[in-house]
């Protein structure tokens, strides 16, 4: 015979969310019962609590609770780490390049770039808002070679270090976004205990300036 939490696990398993009372009465249980076994599995991190949501239109709101995510075991990591290896191997062949160029246009849609006509001032800022909100904590500067990118953060920091295929992504993130071509000058570096940012630099029209 099932014990009362495997049978509680299992009832939310078969739906998005259950309040103390749905579960008192499904598995025939006083509330005070299945209140005990909850908190139990809260603390094993199998559940968690959804907060307090209404029933609809009789009844007074309920805490729910749900099937933490972390419970669904997956591959994800060992997927990535795979796919990342697979294309490390070549990373500048055409068809790896159309498949980042593929990559970089599906995560970029979400966001509503710049048109190409507007000044390089309005396209910089807005790229490093974009880009901000993928999490690269950007800033760009005004240089003698041009307007450079930093990156204080690199997003995919914990499998990027043994692929270019990151780098060259970013560049297609920030030329997608900017509309102009992006290269690196220099990923990450520690030096004296001090981290260094990622530096792209940007290469605009000879017909763009920088004043916007």
């Known amino acids: 015979m099932q014990n009362t939490r495997e049978e509680i696990i299992e009832y939310l398993f078969s ?3 259950a309040s103390i009372k749905e579960l008192s009465e499904a598995l025939h249980l006083t509330k005070p019962n299945i209140r005990h076994h909850i908190n139990i599995l809260l603390g094993t991190k199998y559940i968690v609590d959804t907060g307090i949501q209404p029933l609809g239109e ?3 709101p309920a805490r729910r609770y749900r099937i933490s995510d ?3 075991t997956n591959n994800y990591n060992l997927f990535c780490n795979a796919f990342v290896e697979a294309l490390s191997s070549n990373v500048y062949s055409s068809q790896t390049n159309q498949l980042l160029n593929d990559i970089s246009e599906r995560m ?3 966001y509503q770039l710049p048109d190409d006509t507007f000044s390089i001032i309005t396209r910089l800022n807005k790229t490093v808002e974009i880009l901000n909100q993928m999490n690269y904590i950007a800033r760009w500067e005004s240089t003698l070679d041009g307007p450079i990118l930093l990156f204080d953060n690199c997003p995919y920091q914990s499998i990027a270090k043994s692929s ?3 780098c060259r992504l970013d560049e297609l993130i ?7 071509h992006a290269t690196m ?3 990450f570096m520690y030096r004296l205990g001090f981290r260094e940012p990622c530096t792209f630099l940007l290469s605009p029209l000879y017909s763009d300036t920088i004043d916007g």
Request: avoid cysteine; hydrophobic fraction near 20%; proline fraction near 0%.
């Open 58 to 60: 009789r009844g007074r």
């Open 70 to 72: 972390s419970y669904y």
């Open 164 to 166: 270019q295929y990151f």
């Open 174 to 180: 920030i030329s997608r976004i900017s509309h102009i």
């Open 15 to 17: 739906r998005e969310s």
């Open 108 to 110: 970029v849609s979400k």
């Open 185 to 187: 000058k220099k990923k």
